[in-house]
């Protein structure tokens, strides 16, 4: 173990902590037992310290969007991860740090785990211009990003040894940020609200409960942003807070309520954007929204958004539960101040109390000191 792992808790212990905004949508759910003993509360203190440093440091530093489910499971060497977001700490202590947290959290988002990240190299170099820039960007223009069918490096953290620096855990998460944009070609597509034309009035929004329901437009918990991924066919996510509309259990089966839930990637949480007639002729952005899964087309049936066979006509006048408009921010009045940021919304959304720490973190995972709820926020709103 080098001596800055070893020994150092540098100046500046805050700093990444209260420099910016968060950007990403990551959360994580950390599985226990009903009643822990000794073994499993010390491992789970260190696991949520870790996994609470590599949480900020991948919202901080890139848009990515990711629920994962982490156990801890004494039947693993060392740690483990798969691309439908599950992550298990075993035993040995040695891999509780937020290095391998961050580690395993890039084969949650398909680094190693998929066969798209496999296909992106050749003769051990991923081909990916992104990523490849960064990696220039960051180390000069003879610096090349490598890998085989499991890792990549530099900066995929594949041993503690590789971090020297929070520079090298920041740079980290740049380089994952790049690569999954190259692998799985996702973007910012547009931000506002997802308008009913069944009710003009009425928009998708997120509840206390986290169900999705429909609401007035100048509900603060409307407000949306949508991701497009993939080229052919290029689908959508659609974001409320850190939760995407979701299928519950990815049924396929036709009247299913919609809900919200955290993004895993899964198909049932991507939509097909298909142009629909407008009503009338100022309008523009919309669209039927077909999930990607099923096939089905989402419907306004009274509060609920419900997925629907829906057969579409040249001949007949579109049924407008079946159609959405995209209203994008500063187009409507609703929007006037633009984005809200989740701390000011309505929604006390369960999954992003439980993915913010409640204790300060240095970059290597290390409790700081104990800290009363509510000052990690302030921190963030006095930068």
């Keep these: ?3 800055f792992v070893r020994n150092t808790l540098f100046s500046g212990i805050f700093s990444f ?6 950007a990403g949508n990551i959360d994580y759910h950390l ?3 009903a009643n822990p003993n000794n073994d499993e509360r010390e491992a789970y203190a260190l696991i949520e310290a ?3 440093s590599a949480v900020f440091l991948y919202n901080k530093y890139s848009d990515l969007s990711k629920h994962i489910e982490v156990y801890y499971s004494t039947g693993v060497p060392t740690a483990e991860a798969s691309s439908n977001g599950d992550l298990r700490f075993g035993k040995d202590r040695n891999y ?4 391998t947290a961050m580690h395993e959290m890039a084969h949650t988002l398909g680094m190693g785990t998929t066969s798209a990240y496999q296909s992106m190299f050749k003769d051990g170099v991923f081909q990916g211009e992104k990523a490849q820039a960064k990696v220039k960007e960051i180390d000069g223009p003879n610096a090349v990003l490598k890998g085989d069918s499991q890792h990549f490096w530099p900066y995929g953290l594949n041993y503690r040894s590789e971090v020297h620096s929070e520079q090298d855990l920041i740079n980290h998460v740049k ?13 910012f597509f547009k931000q506002g609200r997802v308008v009913s034309l069944l009710d003009e009035k009425t928009c998708m929004g997120i509840t206390s409960s986290n169900a999705l329901e429909l609401m007035s437009c100048t509900d603060t918990a409307t407000f949306v942003k949508i991701y497009s991924i993939g080229e052919n066919p290029v689908t959508y996510r659609i974001q409320l807070g850190n939760r995407v509309v979701d299928i519950p259990n990815e049924s396929t089966a036709e009247g299913v309520v919609a809900s919200t839930y955290g993004y895993n990637g899964g198909a049932h949480q991507r939509y097909v954007f298909e142009k629909a007639g407008a009503p009338r002729a100022n309008m523009s952005n919309v669209y039927f929204l077909k999930n990607f899964k099923s096939g089905l087309y989402l419907q306004a049936v009274g509060k609920n958004v419900v997925q629907n066979k829906f057969v579409r006509s040249a001949s007949s006048i579109p049924q407008s539960d079946f159609i959405w408009q995209i209203v994008e921010a500063g187009q409507d009045s609703s929007s006037k101040d633009g984005p809200v940021s989740i701390s000011k919304r309505r929604i006390p959304n369960k999954n992003l109390e439980e993915s913010m720490p409640e204790r300060l973190f240095d970059a290597l995972g290390r ?3 104990q800290i009363r709820r509510g000052v990690t926020s302030r921190l963030l709103k006095s930068n």
């Design 1 to 3: 173990m080098n001596n």
């Design 17 to 22: 902590f209260v420099s910016g905004a968060f």
């Design 31 to 33: 599985n226990k037992s």
């Design 50 to 52: 870790a996994m609470d």
């Design 96 to 99: 509780m740090f937020v290095g």
């Design 175 to 187: 380089i994952v940020n790049a690569m999954y944009q190259d692998i799985f070609k996702e973007a």
């Design 367 to 369: 409790a700081a000191s």
